[in-house]
């Protein structure tokens, strides 16, 4: 019996072991640090999933403390990782400092950033609150552009380190009714476009993920839940991203069909497009 007990715990350490090493992602994170934010929930867990399987040490970040523990505790059984959690709220202009300060202070060298914080809000603009808008711009631009610049000096340094940072199919066109939201992630395209082309030089890879309707709580949070028409899976989702940065891409779209839906529309007036996504945006009136 005891010599099972012994072959079990050789059999699971090595299964472990064999799965990480056969995750895609090994090859490019296995036992280097990453930082996540917004890794409370959907395309969030499933990016530390997905990189804590391939061995990848994580540090977790978001509001929500106690789910963020609930995670590292799963992910450090599971995968036998080491995982650090901050919380925070990216929406307050000093996050983002506090959250560097944080991984300094624990000596931990960040190899890959995901800027993966973000949120929208349905309804015609007046009817939003200034207050929300002008978080998402923070969360959604701002905090991107501030973690960006505090984390890619010692990347430079290195001479090595990644950058993925979530942007959506929202990204290649203006859509009324969710306009600030479709607005900031124009920018986080772009931002990663343009920085993936300044890295390139110092063996910087950045790339920006652009996926369409997601199963996350976006939707419910944004109260757009109706608009959740085949949804991808934030697995798939996350799986697309990791695997586009490793490959150097500079941004993927998640899904054959929001890919030909993104490029498809440049051939028609984007007046038109606008037009056509407000009649599909456009909230019913009672």
Request: charged share 20%; net charge positive.
């Given at each position: 019996?005891?010599?099972?007990?012994?072959?079990?715990?050789?059999?699971?350490?090595?299964?472990?072991?064999?799965?990480?090493?056969?995750?895609?992602?090994?090859?490019?994170?296995?036992?280097?640090?990453?930082l996540?934010?917004?890794?409370?929930?959907?395309?969030?867990?499933?990016?530390a999933?997905?990189?804590?399987?391939?061995?990848?040490?994580?540090?977790?970040?978001?509001?929500?403390?106690?789910?963020?523990?609930a995670?590292?505790?799963?992910?450090?059984e599971?995968?036998?990782?080491?995982?650090?959690?901050?919380?925070?709220?990216?929406?307050?202009?000093?996050?983002?400092?506090?959250?560097?300060?944080?991984?300094?202070?624990?000596?931990?060298?960040?190899?890959?950033?995901?800027?993966?914080?973000?949120?929208?809000?349905?309804?015609?603009?007046?009817?939003?609150?200034?207050?929300?808008l002008?978080?998402?711009?923070?969360v959604?631009?701002s905090?991107?552009?501030?973690?960006t610049?505090?984390?890619?000096p010692p990347?430079?340094?290195?001479?090595?380190?990644?950058v993925?940072?979530?942007?959506?199919?929202?990204?290649?066109?203006?859509?009324?009714?969710?306009?600030?939201?479709?607005?900031?992630?124009?920018?986080?395209?772009?931002?990663?476009?343009?920085?993936?082309?300044?890295?390139?030089?110092?063996?910087?890879?950045?790339?920006?993920?652009?996926?369409?309707?997601?199963?996350?709580?976006?939707?419910?949070?944004?109260?757009?839940?109706?608009?959740?028409?085949?949804?991808?899976?934030?697995?798939?989702?996350?799986?697309?991203?990791?695997?586009?940065?490793?490959?150097?891409?500079?941004?993927?779209?998640?899904?054959?069909?929001?890919?030909l839906?993104?490029?498809?529309?440049?051939?028609?007036?984007?007046?038109?497009?606008?037009?056509?996504?407000?009649?599909?945006?456009?909230?019913?009136?009672?």
């Amino acid at each position: 019996m005891l010599s099972c007990a012994r072959g079990s715990k050789q059999n699971t350490f090595l299964e472990v072991t064999l799965s990480q090493a056969m995750t895609p992602t090994a090859g490019n994170w296995f036992g280097k640090w990453a930082l996540i934010t917004g890794a409370s929930a959907g395309i969030g867990v499933a990016f530390a999933e997905e990189l804590a399987a391939g061995g990848t040490k994580l540090v977790l970040t978001a509001r929500r403390k106690d789910r963020l523990e609930a995670l590292a505790k799963k992910l450090t059984e599971s995968y036998k990782v080491q995982t650090e959690v901050f919380a925070a709220d990216l929406a307050e202009p000093s996050a983002p400092e506090k959250i560097f300060a944080f991984t300094k202070e624990k000596g931990i060298e960040i190899d890959l950033l995901i800027n993966n914080a973000g949120f929208g809000q349905y309804g015609e603009l007046p009817s939003v609150d200034p207050q929300r808008l002008l978080d998402m711009v923070q969360v959604n631009c701002s905090a991107v552009v501030h973690l960006t610049r505090l984390f890619l000096p010692p990347m430079i340094a290195r001479r090595k380190g990644d950058v993925l940072i979530l942007a959506s199919t929202a990204s290649f066109q203006a859509v009324p009714y969710i306009s600030t939201y479709a607005a900031t992630k124009a920018f986080d395209l772009l931002f990663a476009e343009g920085l993936a082309e300044e890295m390139k030089p110092h063996g910087i890879r950045v790339c920006a993920l652009c996926p369409g309707s997601t199963e996350s709580e976006f939707h419910v949070v944004a109260g757009q839940d109706k608009f959740i028409p085949n949804a991808e899976t934030a697995e798939k989702v996350a799986h697309t991203g990791l695997k586009a940065l490793a490959a150097g891409k500079s941004y993927v779209i998640s899904g054959l069909g929001n890919y030909l839906g993104a490029h498809g529309e440049r051939l028609v007036p984007r007046r038109f497009v606008t037009k056509v996504a407000a009649g599909m945006f456009k909230p019913k009136t009672k």
